[in-house]
């Protein structure tokens, strides 16, 4: 799953950022130790706080969710592709480094014990990071930097947090994939970004399959992966005694299905053009989706799995999906759980971080390219390792139907129509 393009900047954002910018831009140090007031600052204003992200120790969302701790495009012509680097077991180490280099360009030197240190030290430290972001964040929109810009580097700010808290709160090292699982995933083919890949890490990709051997795990189940570009569907093959189907348009991961796991059903299936097939709808037991991590983008593929979801009391959809991109529009969020429950569907479970993406060049090297251009160099130490994030991150949301509801006819009727056209 690729992250999105932060949103559009509406008409006043547009005013605030007439003013050009160099791509290298100074921030005086007198401006960079000035400390924003955490309610003025840009990650707490008036109008995001309706839609700010949960923290890492408080998680906020409607009263049908329960927060448990846990750890596709026509194909033309394809770009010529390359073997992917060898992926660590575990992404704890560079999640370390790059951690460490934080701490010396902040000058956050009482965390040399990190991260065996005392939950006072590592609020301190969070807040003190967030402060930084705070800043710099304040000193582009002073510039003049547009919107595009500051909401990548404020998604950074945020995906930082988030790696704070992951390496925190459980020091030793659970992000740790078997060597089954690494040797299933170490001959799949790099993400294309244009085609809005971007692999989650291994250990997350056992984490799926945890979940479906541990819910739907019998001999008559259904599970579905739409869009299977982390190869879900090859992971949980060779534990999995139901049937297993994905859907992707991408040739080259559905020959890579065929060679591994040749009991998954294939569907080389448009999904942006042509809906579920007539024979799937309602029939699985446990649906997968990681879409485009945005509004429409999610809205685009998840009504698809709403379409193709077993009736069963027991049938989930798991949705991954970084929050920042829909809690830092206000609004999106509320607008988002009611369109869900108007389609007879509610959110059962949140599991926090779920999800983690490499974003090592040698695994994707168009990131570095998007990177530079929507997160300009500056002259701050700190900004500038922020640029080194190794990984992005998303959300577990685990989507069930609300019992007893009975969706309205003429919507139901456009809603199946649709996906059947």
Known sequence: MSPSKPPEETPQQQDMSKKKTSPNTVIPELEMDAVPESKDSPLHTEEDLSAAPPSSQEVTASEQIAIIDADDIALASLPETHPPSQTPPSPRPKIRHFLQNIFEVSALYDLEEWPNVSHELYLKAREELRIRVDTVYNFM???????????SFRIFGETLL????IDWSDPEAKHTATHEVLSQLSKRPQAILDYDQLYCTPDSAERRRDLVLTHHALADKKVLFIGDDDLGSVVLAPHFPGEIHMLDLDQRLLQFVQEEAPNVHRHEINLILSGIPAPLHKYFDAVFLDPHWEYSGAWMFLNKAIYALSEHPDARIYLSFCPVH??????????FW??????????????????????????????R?????????????????????????????????????????????FFNWWHSA
């Open 369 to 413: 390219a998007l990177i530079d251009e929507y997160l300009p160099q500056l002259e701050s130490s700190f900004a500038n390792a922020l640029r080194e994030i190794p990984f992005a991150f998303s959300n577990m949301y685990v989507l069930k139907r609300i019992p007893g509801h009975r969706p309205h006819k003429i919507r139901s009727f």
């Open 141 to 151: 929109k002073h510039k003049g930097f547009n919107w595009e810009k500051r909401s």
């Open 326 to 335: 829909l809690e830092y529009q206000p609004g999106q969020m509320t607008r």
């Open 338 to 367: 009611k369109r869900l429950a108007s389609l007879g569907m509610m959110c059962e479970q949140v599991i926090p971080a779920f999800n983690l993406y490499s974003l090592d060049e040698a695994d994707i090297p168009e990131f």
């Open 162 to 165: 988030q790696l704070l808290w």
